[in-house]
């Protein structure tokens, strides 16, 4: 039954405008799941003015032809009255399938294998519960629909008009339009004259495609990885962005660090490159190429002895930072678990700034990798090349020979399974000896190297210790493990049986006394590791100590007037199962996106100020404020819940949830139930494990362990447990006073004990430190994008790439460009480009003065320029609203751009057909007589060419006669010859037989008459014989 609708007359013509743009093959975007957006071609629209019902139908691209492959939209306008009554049910049938919804919900898209089914469509009854549907409706690209069937390739769409007129309204609830051709591949995402997730994306797509794996959004760069070896870092490519104007070359890392540069030259102001992106997508090798720019394409003079070793300095920070800041993971063979922020000092130099030093700052490093690693992954990549790349020597004195000679022999690398501790391509062994080496450079010395081997070998075989026992017995060390237990007590300087005591028992201190408690085994175990840990991240911390010791001396820090900073940070992480260090690093991200908010939002302003544009807004955005108030509020959030869940005696990780459900149940950025919590993230929401958020946020070692630490005859790691010592109390006497009873405040019916500062307050510090220095400096931003999980060279899977565009804020970029003018051309460009608009373009481009000269210099438009500006636009957009002329700008809102191109194409199209059709006839008539006196001389050589052949062949024919002729006298004449010759052999063949037969004959006869003589002389001997004997 056909929906009957009376709608009001202005809201179909508000709609009908913004349909405008749909018209016969425009091309818009669909949501797929394994694509993530497919495109499809307007081939049908139908509108029905009187009531008020209109129909798009699309066909896929991929699938034209296919009956199958149509993109359904169907949009009806409610009755004007609100109170009007629908009919009770419609149905909207297109050439192979319907849809259907009912109960007023929006089906949600979903793919039928069982071919086409026939569905049909409810209607709302009343405009009231159209409008919920509508409200309920699912997301299109930011927009509502009241609902949407899929079935195959079919896509239903119903949207109802009054939503889609209203003022104000989300004109995304249309499905959004792709970009015209000459947009394609633009290097800078703010160009596309439509913002929105699928243009981004399929922009992005194009450009990997073709090798390109840079592309600007504004002032962010999009980093690509390849997962392949580029030629794009070359010196070659260095001289080509060096000391070049900005906007003259493609994007590149290289073009943002020279940006950097030129801040800093210029406004004599510090600069940041902020570089972050979830683990695999590239964000190290990307600032490890940003520093390399900077010591090679602006190194100091050649003859500069000491400039040139601090670049070598700074380029030799990046294998110490990998080796022991880095591991293997599921998602990146190289991945690193610290954030790491590089400021690079520079100090004027003649004409130039040149480098005299750097810095480093280093943030959470991962401390629980050390003692643990899920299935398939690493611990820190410097175990590894200890245990493959150690020398004979050194191995011994280590005891990492024999049976201890690989990375099977340790629980703490043995961890990740069979094959984990190789990675393809990498020889272990080979960057040891890179390490060792970089560390000599970085200014720690023969001994300190060897100071750190004896350090990691004792970590090692700690892991290796094992304990056995009951709960009423307590834990001790188990036989087995014996012999580990004494290397590494040996490797760590420490008597055996005070290391035995507090890893088997531990004090409890009363007021009166102090006694010792045993210990389970897993407790045993809990503090083995805390031991591991706390080493291991105390060895981080000092060697970064030497490091900028080496990079930045008090005398050359008092040089440097600027600096270029490098922040390679972790990206925001949401995995099936997530800890504290995942909440940490995602309230780092808050942090960080919140401060790329307002540096976006004054740069725009700043623009729209600069161009003296009239009539614009401040741009609004999503704040993410209220997430980062909830994670770091005072008195009340989630760290101050959980730092002081962690001074409780009895403080837990249940606890801890459960406090945060009876404190933030109401609010919107958190969800709770048992043992986890989710939080409301900018990026997604993610969802907490509570279990081991307070042993992390902790993260000490017993203060018995830490004493005997300090006692070690091994006088590096006494040194490194007094320095830990001394900051710990140092950190509890800068700690703010409180109310306090007896010395302890109580919260919850627990008491709180005087502790140094857990972790995540001092990861709170050390970010507020760095958003503060990032305050102060221009900010430059670099996404980097894994564009697939196998780490496949030149592969994207589209939904894991939209889902990081997501996530790392380049979509809510586009988002908040969108809400301005995010399409910008020079004046004197558009001009140039879009004068032929005008009826009498060149004619007008002479009235109002404009020259060839003054369209290409680079100063100023000219008033002149500004009116032709202002005559197209408003010639070709009648909405002045959707267009500004700044001072050497156009500014359009999103779409204007495309409507414009649509428009100069749509007349190059039209003026082409003319202009083939004169130049055809006036070919034809050209070349007709060309053509006729082509023929004649045609015919008249043909004519010749026939009359030769004929002669030619009756020449052919008289001498094949006289030919035949001779030739038949010739073989008469060998044929007579062999008759004559054949008659002679007979003849001799028959006189031969006569003359044989003759000589035969005589011969017989003479046979005969000798035998008749030997007859008659045999008679004649017989009968004298006879006669005698007679």
């Known amino acids: 039954m056909p929906l009957v609708v009376v709608a009001d007359s202005d809201i179909i013509a508000r709609a009908l405008k913004i349909l405008e743009p749909y018209t016969k093959g425009a091309r818009a975007w669909f949501e797929d799941a394994d694509e993530a957006w497919v495109k499809g071609t307007l081939v049908q629209r139908t509108d029905d003015k009187e009531v008020g019902v209109g129909r798009l139908v699309f066909v896929r691209d991929d699938s034209v032809g296919s009956p199958t492959a149509q993109f359904i939209a169907q949009t009806a306008s409610p009755p004007a009255p609100p109170a009007r009554q629908l009919a009770a049910t419609s149905s909207f049938d297109s050439t192979q399938s319907t849809g259907t919804a009912t109960g ?58 009054a939503e889609l007129a209203e003022p104000g309204a989300d004109a995304d609830l249309l499905p959004p339009l792709c970009n015209p051709p000459i947009l394609d591949c633009t290097p800078d995402l703010t160009t596309l004259s439509y913002l929105h997730e699928p243009a981004v994306l399929y922009n992005l797509k194009r450009r990997y495609e073709q090798r390109m794996i840079y592309t600007y959004s504004g002032v962010v760069l999009v980093a690509m990885n390849p997962f392949d070896p580029v030629p794009l870092y070359s010196p070659e490519y260095m001289a080509r962005y060096a000391r070049k104007e900005p906007g003259h070359e493609v994007p590149h890392l290289f073009a943002i660090a020279e940006n950097a540069y030129k ?8 600069q940041t490159i902020i570089v972050y992106g979830e683990s695999g997508s590239g964000k190290t090798t990307s600032a490890k190429y940003i520093m390399r720019y900077f010591a090679q394409a602006h190194h100091a003079d050649a003859n500069d002895k000491q400039m040139s070793t601090v670049e070598s300095q700074i380029l030799a920070t990046n294998p110490v930072f990998e080796s022991f800041g880095n591991a293997k993971t599921t998602r990146n063979d190289n991945s690193s678990r610290f954030g790491k922020f590089l400021d690079i000092k520079f100090e004027q130099h003649r004409m130039h700034q040149k480098i005299v030093g750097g810095r480093i700052r280093t943030f959470l490093l991962e401390r629980s990798r050390v003692a643990y690693q ?28 024999g049976e201890h000679g690989s990375w099977q022999a340790f629980h703490y690398t043995r961890q990740g399974g069979d094959g984990c501790g190789t990675i393809a391509g990498v020889n272990d062994a080979e960057d040891f000896a890179v390490t060792d080496a970089s560390l000599g450079m970085v200014g720690i010395g023969d001994e300190q190297r060897a100071a750190i081997w004896r350090t990691l070998a004792g970590i090692l075989h700690l892991g290796n210790v094992t304990f056995s026992g009951t709960e009423s017995t ?109 909440f940490c690093i995602n309230y780092a991200n808050e942090k960080l996106q919140q401060n790329f908010n307002h540096h976006v939002f004054k740069l725009e302003q700043e623009e729209y100020r600069r161009e003296k544009l009239e009539n614009w807004t401040f741009i609004g955005f999503q704040d993410n404020q ?92 006494g040194d490194l447990a007094v320095e830990a010592s001394a900051a710990a109390a140092a950190a509890i006497a800068s700690v703010s006073a409180s109310p306090r009873i007896g010395g302890a405040r109580v919260v919850g019916g627990g008491v709180l004990r005087r502790q140094a500062p857990t972790l995540a307050a001092v990861f709170r510090r050390s970010l507020s430190g760095l958003m503060a220095t990032l305050a102060e400096t221009e900010m430059h931003y670099i996404r980097c ?60 481009r002479v009235s109002l003065g ?83 006196k082509a023929v004649v001389t045609v015919q008249r050589w043909f004519r010749s060419c026939c009359d030769k052949r004929l002669v030619a ?30 008659a002679a052999v007979r003849v001799q063949a028959l006189a031969r037989a006569w003359l044989a037969r003759r000589r035969v004959g005589r011969i017989r006869d003479h046979r005969r008459t000798t035998k008749k003589a030997e007859d008659d002389a045999r008679r004649d001997l017989l009968a004298a014989a006879s006669a005698a004997a007679a």
């Open 850 to 932: 404009l020259t060839e000269s003054q369209s290409s210099d680079d100063s100023a438009p000219t008033r002149a320029e500004h009116q032709l500006c202002t005559r197209i636009l408003e010639l070709c957009l009648a909405d002045r609203g959707q267009y500004q002329v700044g001072l050497t700008k156009v500014f359009f809102r999103a779409g204007q751009w495309a409507i414009m191109e649509k428009k100069r194409s749509s007349l190059f199209d039209s003026s082409a057909v003319a202009i083939q059709r004169l130049c055809r006839g006036a070919l034809v008539r050209r070349s007709r007589a060309r053509v006729v």
């Open 785 to 844: 994008i894994k564009p697939n999980e196998a780490k496949a060279a030149w592969r994207l899977q589209a939904p894991m790439v939209l889902a990081q565009l997501r996530s790392c804020g380049v979509i809510e970029t586009i988002r908040i460009s969108k809400a301005g003018y995010p399409s910008r051309v020079p004046v004197r460009t558009f001009n140039e480009r879009y004068a032929v608009l005008l009826n009498n373009g060149a004619k007008s």
């Open 474 to 582: 307590g834990s001790y060390v188990d036989s087995s493990a014996e012999a580990e237990f004494g290397i590494a007590a040996a490797l760590l300087g420490v008597e055996e049986h005070r290391l035995r005591q507090w890893l088997t028992k531990r004090q409890i201190v009363t007021r009166h006394d102090h006694i010792l408690a045993k210990v389970n085994k897993a407790q045993a175990l809990v503090i083995r590791d805390s031991i591991g840990k706390f080493i291991y991240s105390r060895l981080f911390d000092w060697i970064l100590g030497p490091i900028n010791a080496s990079l930045l001396p008090t005398s050359v820090d008092e040089q440097a007037t600027h600096f270029v900073g490098v922040l390679d940070i972790y990206g925001f992480e949401h995995f099936d199962q997530n800890s504290f260090e995942q």
């Open 626 to 717: 209220p997430c980062i108030d909830l994670i770091e509020g005072k008195p009340i959030g989630i760290l101050s819940l959980l730092d002081e869940e962690s001074r409780l005696e009895q403080g837990s990780d249940r606890t801890f949830t459960e406090k945060l459900y009876r404190q933030f149940v109401d609010a919107s950025n958190t969800v709770t139930s048992a043992g986890t919590f989710t939080i409301r993230h900018y990026a997604h929401d993610v969802t907490y494990e509570g279990d081991g958020f307070l042993e992390k946020n902790k993260d000490t070692v017993p203060d018995e362990i830490l004493e005997l630490l300090c006692s070690s005859s091994f006088g590096f790691l």
């Open 374 to 401: 899920p299935p398939t992954e690493r611990n820190y990549h410097i175990f590894y090349q200890l245990l493959a790349g150690a020398p004979d020597e050194l191995r011994a004195e280590l005891r990492l020979n």
């Open 263 to 270: 801040g800093m030259v210029t406004d004599q102001r510090n």
């Open 104 to 161: 007023g919900e929006s089906p949600q898209p979903r793919t039928s294998n069982a071919g086409r089914r026939k569905m049909s469509v409810r209607a709302a009854t009343t405009s009231d519960e159209l409008k919920r549907i509508v409200a309920r409706g699912s997301r299109l690209t930011g927009g509502r629909i009241s609902s949407m069937v899929r079935v195959d390739d079919n896509y239903v769409i119903d949207i109802a008009f």
């Open 953 to 982: 062949s009756l020449l052919r024919r008289h001498a094949v006669r006289v030919i035949e002729r001779a030739w038949g006298a010739k073989c008469a004449a060998r044929r007579l010859q062999h008759m004559e010759v054949a």
